[in-house]
């Protein structure tokens, strides 16, 4: 079975100051993560996904995140936020392999960019 | 590719009425995916199709939901007997097989409301 915590259920950042989401999952086999951002009344857009190649990964919009085995962790960043960048984000596990396909997604992060 | 839609966007219904919804996937998408969405809450997997073929189910899908997938191409799914329980954004996603460049696309959504 998989499932994702994400620490703090608001973030609030200043414009320009770095973006810090935290995403620690558990997965019984080798995990595929994801992180959605997702405006209101809006789906689910990709930022950015891991499946077993580089641990630092690139995403849309100036994203990144990296992945620690070690710390069964997926934190999400942004060097310098942008009002634009106001959204609810949620991280996601996916233990494709292991049985289960769907995603299993956490509670989510309402990040909140102060002018 | 002109992406994952979802229709009706918005329906509203009395309790014990029922509903159905559809989704049209990314073509050449073989997988589809049913989520549903409450308020302040990420995305709960429901129900997922390869092709024609319905492989699993959530226990969150109880015997009043239904989900169809004929012909592998778009899905239906079907809310008997609504509750207001059942008020929430229901959400489709498509993807091909998995590899290193799988990910799930999401639509809109469907917001249902249950008076």
């Known amino acids: 079975a998989q499932s994702v915590t994400q620490l703090g259920s608001h973030v609030s950042v200043s414009e320009g100051a770095l973006v810090l989401l935290r995403c620690n999952y558990s997965s019984s086999v080798p995990p595929y993560l994801f992180w959605y951002v997702q405006y209101p009344n809006q789906g689910l857009q990709l930022l950015l996904k891991y499946t077993s190649a580089a641990t630092l990964v690139k995403g849309i919009n100036g994203f990144e995140a990296e992945f620690k085995k070690s710390e069964t962790s997926f934190h999400l960043t942004k060097p310098s936020a942008h009002m634009s960048d106001a959204a609810e984000y949620f991280c996601?596990?996916?233990?494709?392999?292991?049985?289960?396909?769907?995603?299993?997604f956490g509670k989510g992060t309402h990040l909140i960019i102060q002018p | 590719d002109t992406g994952v839609s979802q229709n009706p966007r918005h329906k509203i219904t009395k309790r014990g009425q029922n509903v159905t919804f559809r989704c049209d996937p990314i073509s050449e998408h073989n997988r589809l995916y049913w989520y549903r969405q409450t308020l302040g809450q990420g995305p709960e997997f429901l129900t997922y199709f390869q092709n024609e073929a319905q492989l699993e189910k959530s226990r969150l899908l109880s015997d009043r939901f239904s989900a169809e997938r004929p012909k592998g191409s778009f899905s239906t799914l079907e809310i008997q007997r609504t509750e207001q329980g059942d008020s929430a954004m229901y959400l489709c996603?498509?993807?091909?097989?998995?590899?290193?460049?799988?990910?799930?696309?999401f639509g809109p959504g469907t917001r249902l409301t249950v008076t």
């Open positions: 996603a498509s993807s091909k097989d998995p590899g290193p460049t799988y990910e799930q696309y």
């Open positions: 996601a596990v996916s233990a494709l392999g292991g049985g289960a396909d769907g995603l299993t």
